[in-house]
């Protein structure tokens, strides 16, 4: 066991784990955030996707050592905040049907905006591919990430 240091939704943590564990299970099951899901482990289907400094990256494939020093951001922080575009957006357009990818969705969402304020559909594909939704969300999750990027751009989120 290693004590990894590392900063998780803006507070500072520790955590006792090995460190080649996944950090999606530090997220959900020593940190008790299991807003991150688990789809197949492999880096494949993106629906364990999370923020490390800023980017958008599949946490079951980042050994929990990787994020020692770093920034760390969930759901659960971004879900929590209603005046954030995305957030707002996804409401709007209704986006999530069972919900289980809708996590991941939204925390690739949310990177892409920050790097391309204003993406075109081909910036909006090329970013969401491979972030599978069974449930076929996907013309109601580009939508959103186009009002997403109008909400952003109004006063009330300069
Ligand atoms: S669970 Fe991480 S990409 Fe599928
Ligand atoms: S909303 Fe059901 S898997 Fe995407």
């Not at 784990?17 to 955030?33: A, F, K, N, S």
């Not at 482990?41 to 770093?70: F, K, Y």
Request: with cysteine.
């Amino acid at each position: 066991m290693t004590a990894i240091d590392f900063e998780l939704n803006l507070k500072s943590v520790r955590v006792d784990t090995e460190p080649d564990m996944p950090l999606l299970w530090v997220l959900r099951d020593q940190l008790g955030l299991t807003g991150t899901k688990y789809g197949c482990g492999r880096g494949l289907c993106g629906c364990c996707t999370v923020h490390i400094d800023g980017e958008a990256v599949r946490s079951c494939m980042v050994p929990a050592q990787n994020v020692a020093g770093r920034r760390v951001v969930t759901i659960e922080h971004l879900g929590a905040d209603p005046t954030h575009p995305v957030v707002q957006a996804w409401l709007t357009q209704n986006v999530a049907q069972c919900g289980y990818c809708q996590s991941g969705q939204i925390m690739t969402a949310a990177a892409l905006l920050a790097h391309h304020p204003q993406p075109t559909d081909e910036d909006v594909d090329l970013a969401m591919t491979g972030v599978l939704c069974r449930c076929g969300t996907y013309p109601r999750i580009r939508s959103a990430i186009h009002l997403a990027a109008q909400l952003q751009q109004s006063p009330a989120h300069r």
